[in-house]
């Protein structure tokens, strides 16, 4: 059951770790140093949220298995990489689609100029 757990999870911080990576001012002057300099591939992974989903899925999964499955066979790893890079993404679109959802709903702009109306 601790395996089934942590599986779920992993989406969740592949999620997590791109989007602080990839989008987060922490790191802004570290995609910044890599774009300045051009660096092909990290330049690239830095700009495109997807690529770099891909990569941090291989590195949760990973650690996964090096502390909790280490029996795994590879083929099994390689499967488990793509699913949770895909689970990650779908996590992604949930949190989009929510935030769709709020900004319309509570962040609606009120005009009182014409009565409200």
Not at 10 to 17: A, F, G, N
Not at 18 to 29: A, D, R, V, W
Not at 46 to 74: D, H
């Amino acid at each position: 059951m601790e395996k089934l757990i942590v599986f779920i999870l992993l989406p969740l911080v592949c999620e997590s770790i791109t989007e602080i990576i990839g989008g987060s001012e922490l790191f802004k002057p570290l995609r910044s140093f890599f774009t300045s300099r051009e660096v092909p591939f990290i330049s690239k992974l830095l700009q495109c949220k997807y690529c770099l989903s891909v990569w941090m899925a291989g590195l949760v999964a990973s650690l996964w298995f090096f502390f909790v499955e280490p029996k795994t066979n590879l083929i099994i790893f390689i499967f488990i990489i793509f699913a949770v890079h895909r689970l990650s993404n779908l996590y992604h679109l949930l949190l989009d689609i929510v935030g769709d959802y709020r900004r319309e709903r509570w962040l609606v702009p009120l005009n009182f100029k014409d009565g409200g109306k």
